[in-house]
């Protein structure tokens, strides 16, 4: 096994195993359900930059002649980026360390969590249709066949710049790496103005300086950071167990039921 071939297995078993977590708040507990989504991010960056090459190739072929199976996994990857994407700005927005620094400079808050709650939903699915489809190279890769990518195995398209395997320096690296962070944000920002058209806020309450007692409460600010949350691991356990069980569900449907493999 190479080590480029090494790295990106590593890459993927870790981000699978983010994921499982990160959906299972009991288990974690809020504060470090919070740590580890900042971790995920750099892991998912550090991934795509990595597949880049790969990622461009599955591009370029997409109007192959009977290239549906590599349509479907470039359609298929763009919107599991894009998702998770809105996934993890919306998730470091909300979190305690997000609100204490940047407030609702990035938007309202309110509308990042709705974001954060409703995107995880279809992120399970989506990552489920993922390792169905590239569980054949990954069972490679575990039995140390030197597997190669599909769309990179049989050479660039024709016509296609990329003509060597000349690794890309840093400087690349690092363009790379703002491309994609450009584009993640761009999604991020769609999700908010999308969830923003679709959701009804009340309007926030104005500060009265006449008001006392109990009542006078109501009227104050609610804080912005998110409500703690303890670890319970007897439902964490379960929530572990069900979004395990979800994303087996999805691999095995997108792999049995609708063929869906490279």
Same mark, same amino acid.
């Given at each position: 096994?190479?080590?480029?071939?090494? @790295?990106?297995? $590593? #890459?993927?078993?870790?981000? #699978?195993?983010?994921? $499982?977590?990160?959906? $299972?708040?009991?288990?974690?507990?809020?504060?470090?359900?919070?740590?580890?989504?900042?971790?995920? $991010?750099?892991?998912?960056?550090?991934?795509?930059?990595?597949?880049?090459?790969?990622?461009?190739?599955?591009?370029?072929?997409?109007?192959?002649?009977?290239?549906?199976?590599?349509?479907? &996994?470039?359609?298929?990857?763009?919107? @599991?980026? #894009?998702?998770?994407? %809105?996934?993890?700005?919306?998730?470091?927005?909300?979190?305690?360390?997000?609100? %204490? @620094?940047?407030?609702?400079? /990035?938007?309202?808050?309110?509308?990042?969590?709705?974001?954060?709650?409703?995107? &995880?939903?279809?992120?399970?699915?989506?990552?489920?249709?993922?390792?169905?489809? &590239?569980?054949?190279?990954?069972?490679? !890769? /575990?039995?140390?066949?030197?597997?190669?990518?599909?769309?990179?195995?049989?050479?660039?398209?024709?016509?296609?710049?990329?003509?060597?395997?000349?690794?890309?320096?840093?400087?690349?690296?690092?363009?790379?790496?703002?491309?994609?962070? +450009?584009?993640?944000?761009?999604?991020?920002?769609? !999700?908010?103005?999308?969830?923003?058209?679709?959701?009804?806020?009340?309007?926030?309450?104005?500060?009265?300086?006449?008001?006392?007692?109990?009542?006078?409460?109501?009227?104050?600010?609610?804080?912005?950071?998110?409500?703690?949350?303890?670890?319970?691991?007897?439902?964490?356990?379960?929530?572990?167990?069900?979004?395990? %069980?979800?994303?087996?569900?999805?691999?095995?449907?997108?792999?049995? @039921?609708?063929?869906?493999? +490279?």
């Amino acid at each position: 096994m190479s080590n480029r071939t090494a @790295l990106v297995l $590593c #890459l993927d078993t870790a981000m #699978l195993v983010l994921v $499982c977590v990160l959906e $299972c708040l009991s288990l974690t507990g809020l504060e470090l359900h919070e740590w580890l989504g900042f971790v995920f $991010c750099p892991v998912v960056l550090v991934h795509v930059v990595v597949q880049w090459r790969w990622f461009i190739t599955q591009w370029q072929r997409i109007r192959s002649t009977g290239g549906y199976r590599v349509r479907i &996994n470039a359609l298929l990857n763009a919107v @599991l980026f #894009l998702l998770m994407s %809105a996934v993890l700005f919306s998730g470091v927005f909300v979190s305690h360390q997000g609100t %204490a @620094l940047f407030g609702e400079a /990035f938007g309202r808050i309110r509308i990042w969590h709705d974001i954060h709650g409703w995107a &995880n939903f279809s992120l399970i699915a989506l990552v489920g249709l993922h390792v169905a489809l &590239n569980w054949d190279w990954m069972l490679a !890769a /575990f039995r140390r066949r030197r597997p190669e990518r599909p769309a990179l195995a049989e050479g660039p398209p024709p016509g296609s710049a990329i003509s060597s395997h000349r690794p890309p320096g840093l400087v690349q690296y690092l363009g790379r790496g703002l491309v994609v962070l +450009l584009i993640a944000a761009s999604a991020a920002a769609a !999700a908010y103005f999308t969830m923003a058209a679709l959701t009804e806020l009340p309007p926030e309450p104005e500060p009265s300086h006449n008001e006392r007692g109990p009542m006078a409460s109501a009227t104050e600010p609610q804080p912005l950071a998110p409500r703690p949350r303890s670890v319970y691991l007897p439902h964490g356990f379960e929530q572990l167990m069900v979004t395990t %069980a979800s994303i087996a569900l999805a691999a095995l449907t997108g792999r049995y @039921l609708f063929r869906i493999r +490279l």
